[in-house]
């Protein structure tokens, strides 16, 4: 029995060497793998065997999208204005062999390479540009560093100009140029406004008018219409008139006494002359003697039955 000590001893130290050498690979990580202090391989996503005393993990890189915001650096414009502007740089490391070997210490050689290619940037762009071209110069970052960082197995995904801080002097006389901007603005659309209420007031009255002179049009119309009518009536009545005249066959004596009427009617007082034909003259003349007439014998009525009376 204790001849076989040494061998189970020999036996587990063995067991756990074995098993100190088996490694499993994280989602999303990767591990450079040295043998003899040589790069020999990558190990992806799984189960691998390391072998004992021979080969090492160099390095453990997370293939995450990683984001990385660096403090604000001085930056001088093109009209010699000195700004702090950070920036946010999203990056992902495409190749770990290259991440590994490429760069010493990749993040502090993004942060300078993020820094000059900034300076650069703005060195050509005046304030004003600046501060109104941020996705330009995003756009124009991301170009530039992800070329640069391709060698060190880096894939710049975007770069995001975080903030930026002019002097405190322009930034007051952007403040007051923003206040007398949108008291401007506000005049313009008060001066629209005001404008827009007097064309719709005119709009009103000019509608106003044209209604109304169409109602005074119809008025006009109606009221001539009526007359029109009323005159059609009374002349076929007239007419209706004369036609049962007509039928009856009046007699001269009957047409000469409506004459007379007609004469009696038109001598109204209305007229200060009056021309008579003469058929009604004559009439006249006979109505005149029979009144005569009439009135000499009221006269003498009297002094007949006085007479009769003595």
Not at 47 to 69: G, N, T, Y
Not at 98 to 112: C, D, H, K, Q, W
Not at 212 to 216: P, R, T, V
């Given at each position: 029995m204790i001849e076989y000590i040494p061998f189970l001893f020999i036996?587990?130290?063995?067991?756990?060497?074995?098993?100190?050498?088996?490694?499993i690979v994280p989602q999303a990580n990767a591990f450079v793998i040295e043998r003899l202090g040589a790069y020999h391989t990558t190990w992806e996503t799984g189960?691998?065997?390391?072998?004992?005393?021979?080969?090492?993990?160099?390095?453990?890189?997370?293939?995450?999208?990683?984001?990385?915001?660096f403090p604000p650096q001085?930056?001088?414009?093109?009209?010699?204005?000195?700004?702090?502007?950070?920036?946010?740089?999203?990056?992902?490391?495409?190749?770990?062999?290259?991440?590994?070997?490429?760069?010493?210490?990749?993040?502090?050689?993004?942060?300078?390479?993020?820094?000059?290619?900034?300076?650069?940037?703005?060195?050509d762009l005046e304030l004003d540009e600046s501060l109104t071209s941020r996705e330009v110069i995003n756009t124009r970052m991301r170009v530039i560093l992800d070329e640069a960082t391709d060698p060190w197995g880096i894939k710049v995904n975007r770069v995001e100009l975080k903030n930026i801080m002019p002097p405190s002097e322009i930034q007051d006389a952007m403040e007051k140029q923003m206040k007398a901007e949108r008291q401007r603005r506000e005049s313009i659309l008060r001066a629209e406004g005001e404008k827009r209420s007097a064309i719709l007031v005119a709009e009103g009255k000019k509608e106003s008018l044209i209604l109304?002179?169409?109602?005074?049009k119809e008025a006009a119309i109606r009221r001539a219409e009526g007359q029109a009518e009323a005159i059609v009536t009374v002349q076929t009545a007239t007419a209706e008139g004369i036609r049962r005249i007509n039928e009856s066959h009046p007699s001269k004596e009957v047409l000469s006494l409506k004459s007379l009427e007609a004469f009696v009617a038109a001598a109204d007082g209305r007229a200060t002359k009056i021309i008579i034909p003469s058929e009604i003259q004559a009439i006249a003349g006979l109505v005149s003697s029979l009144t005569e007439i009439s009135k000499t014998a009221k006269e003498d009525l009297p002094l007949i039955d006085e007479t009769k009376n003595s």
């Open positions: 036996l587990a130290i063995v067991i756990v060497i074995v098993v100190a050498n088996i490694k189960l691998h065997f390391k072998m004992p005393f021979i080969d090492r993990i160099s390095r453990r890189v997370s293939l995450k999208e990683q984001v990385v915001d001085p930056v001088i414009t093109e009209d010699n204005v000195t700004m702090q502007i950070d920036t946010v740089v999203f990056f992902q490391i495409s190749d770990p062999k290259s991440f590994t070997y490429g760069v010493e210490r990749p993040l502090s050689a993004i942060e300078n390479l993020t820094a000059t290619t900034l300076r650069n940037i703005i060195g109304e002179a169409e109602a005074d």
